[in-house]
């Protein structure tokens, strides 16, 4: 049975079972396979895609930060020249353009003060006992015939003031750490003079910061400096800087100016009377004109990008190529949008309002260009309406009104609104009853005792002490005493006192309806000598009026928009005396509102990363797909291999079967071999 069918099917090794069955599961693989492949590999270039955009337009939205900000379109330069006498130190963006001399008559110097107590060793204790108070403030000298001579203090009201209260076992050294360790321009050294070590305190420079030091017990003697004690020596006095600008002397306290020529910060080096150094000041367009050229560069490089993304090109052989995303609904409208926006007006801007003024163009191929001759006559002789285009504007028709942009007004609609203000902000007071006398509080001792309690925080119980034969001397005094105060410090909550008629008045320096000032406590003699025994308290009142026809929320002297207006998001700070009906505006300018775009494009929940999450979602469908199709593969060939492993059996079995039957006709009885 050579050609039995067992033989014909190879009969236990004719067949490759395994091999047969991967080629047809691959088979049945196949096309679902390459589809969900082709798919896979489709996605994953959008996403490489979506990311080359995001790069893209963020590059972009960085060339649109110079523009965003105003101050790039008041650009300064300045020219000095060279001179060891001041030295340039900052240029703001708004100096004030002109030609200036500068002579510098005198520099400014600390007053330095050193103890006429010394000790051999900085660090033993001392054995003194007692407390140092230390003021800042102006002397006066019995000049010209006693210059070193003092006659008078008047204690600065700005400055801050320390007592040190001094132990047995503090040293020379411990003394100076404790003074150092005050919040205050009080500097103290310990100095090795002649194999002794002595004491040296410092205050910060000029005339007003002059130091005066008393103590209340002997023992300290030679730490004082006051008009009738005063055995420390003077090494330096408080000297202010004498500046003249175009011949007008001006005085400073320090040597680091930023407030003569408006916008310019310099130092002052030396002095060198008559000497003149000449420099200007001039508006530097070049920084803006150079941002527009960028944008410009930038714009045409965003725009290639998105078009080779979105569009269809032809490659080096002129064949015809899809970008990435040109069947991308959502890149398009994207970049339609940037495009739009390029055409369009700016919003809030009235006239000259569009690219298109600059000399900005769009080419026929969508890519921008500059119009040399129309852009340099904008440039030149319209540079304050380039700025408008560009830059946010805020403006309002009266000057007690300053329109500033918050923290909210990423959604405020650019235009003109109008206002009313009809309550005025107002800081609280109290005002003495009675108008000024004399004060003594020596000559008539008593209880000079007071507390003020300033927008809710009232101070330590503070004392007057001295004499005051002016208002402008108490003034001065109780200004000093209250500001001084540990508690209102802390809360930085401050008064200005001031004399309105012939009474004195404490004055918060905050507005509105959380602004008080009261006395919480007040001595008998203080009550009656200092004339506030019948004060009169005003708590302050905050702004109050409409914007666009609606109810503003009054804050102090801060009026804001009603809650999602169109204008909420813009702060009003009305100054105290302003009434009445107004008008303002807003722009956020072209690159406020292209950063804006684009921020809303590059948002967490924005265009792109919705695009994205959609197109990841479908990613993680595949890998599903994926799975599925691979279980599927898998039984099918489990379910083949056990049919063709069945088959095995059945042909090993035939094949045994076959082999039994060989020779079974010669062994039948009654047959004869075939030989």
């Known amino acids: 049975m050579d050609n039995s069918i067992v033989s014909a099917l190879g009969g236990g090794s004719g067949i490759d079972t395994t091999s047969l069955v991967k080629q047809l599961v691959d088979v049945q693989r196949a096309p679902q396979q390459q589809r969900l492949d082709s798919k896979k590999e489709t996605l994953e270039t959008q996403i490489s895609a979506y990311g080359t955009l995001k790069s893209s337009l963020s590059e972009f939205q960085n060339l649109l930060s ?182 007008l002397s001006v005085f400073r306290e320090t040597n680091e100016v930023d407030d003569v020529v408006p916008g310019l910060s310099f130092s002052l080096n030396k002095a060198s009377p008559g000497e003149k150094i000449t420099f200007s000041i001039t508006e530097d367009k070049g920084t803006a004109e150079q941002s527009v050229r960028d944008f410009v560069e930038g714009y045409n490089s965003l725009f290639n990008t998105m078009n080779s993304l979105t569009g269809v090109t032809r490659d080096e052989e002129n064949n015809l190529t899809s970008g990435d995303l040109s069947r991308d609904g959502s890149a398009k409208v994207l970049m339609t949008q940037i495009r739009n926006m390029i055409g369009s007006s700016v919003p809030g801007v009235d006239t000259f309002n569009a690219l298109t003024n600059v000399g900005i163009r769009t080419t026929l191929d969508g890519t921008l260009e500059i119009i040399e001759d129309d852009f340099q006559s904008a440039m030149d002789d319209r540079f304050t309406e380039v700025a408008a285009i560009f830059a946010p504007q805020t403006s309002a028709s009266v000057t007690g009104v300053d329109v500033s942009i918050g923290s909210y007004a990423v959604n405020t609609v650019p235009g003109t609104y109008s206002g009313t203000i009809t309550t005025s902000p107002t800081k609280g007071s109290v005002i003495a009853g009675d108008d000024f006398a004399a004060v003594d509080t020596v000559l008539s001792p008593g209880d000079y005792t007071f507390a003020v309690t300033v927008n809710g925080t009232t101070t330590e119980t503070l004392t007057l002490d001295g004499n005051f034969n002016t208002a402008e001397e108490l003034r001065t005094e109780l200004q000093s005493l209250i500001n001084n105060d540990t508690n209102l410090k802390a809360s930085n909550d401050f008064i200005d006192v001031v004399i309105e008629g012939d009474k004195i008045k404490l004055q918060s320096r905050v507005y509105g309806s959380d602004s008080k000032v009261e006395f919480s406590a007040v001595g008998a003699q203080f009550d009656d000598n200092v004339l506030f025994n019948n004060p009169t308290e005003t708590t302050g009142v905050d702004a109050a009026g409409t914007i666009n026809g609606e109810a503003a929320f009054g804050a102090g002297d801060v009026l804001l928009p009603k809650l999602d207006s169109d204008p909420y998001g813009l702060n009003l700070s009305i100054q105290e005396g302003t009434t009445g009906d107004f008008t303002f505006n807003f722009s956020r300018g072209f690159a406020g509102e292209m950063t804006r775009l684009i921020d809303q494009f590059l948002a967490s929940d924005g265009t792109i990363s919705i695009r994205e999450d959609s197109i990841n979602n479908q990613l993680t469908g595949i890998e599903d797909d994926q799975t599925e199709l691979d279980r599927k593969m898998e039984k099918l060939n489990d379910r083949l291999t056990a049919q063709y492993i069945a088959m095995e059996r059945i042909i090993s079995s035939l094949q045994t079967t076959g082999s039994s039957l060989d020779g079974l006709a010669d062994r039948l009885p009654f047959t004869a071999s075939n030989n």
């Open 66 to 247: 110079p523009l965003s900000n105003s101050d790039t379109f008041k650009a300064r330069s300045v020219s000095i020249p060279d001179t060891t006498i001041i030295t340039a130190n900052t240029l703001a963006a708004d100096a004030q353009v002109g030609n200036y001399q500068v002579q510098v008559e005198e520099v400014a110097q600390q007053h330095s003060l050193v103890s006429s107590y010394t000790a051999s060793d900085k660090d033993a204790a001392a054995g003194l006992t007692g407390n140092l108070t230390i003021k800042l403030g102006a002397w006066t000298y019995d000049e010209p015939a006693n210059p070193d001579d003092l006659v008078s203090f008047a204690e600065n009201e700005n400055q801050t003031g320390l007592t040190i209260e001094i132990s047995a076992d503090d040293s020379l050294q411990g003394i100076a750490d404790k003074i150092n360790a005050e919040e205050s321009d009080v500097q103290a050294t310990v100095l090795l003079v002649d194999g002794n070590y002595q004491l040296m305190m410092s205050s910060a420079s000029g005339k007003n910061n002059a130091l005066e030091v008393t103590a209340d017990n002997t023992d300290l003697d030679g730490f004082q400096f006051n008009a009738t004690t005063h055995l420390m020596t003077e090494t330096q006095k408080g000297v202010d800087a004498e500046v003249k600008i175009n011949g």
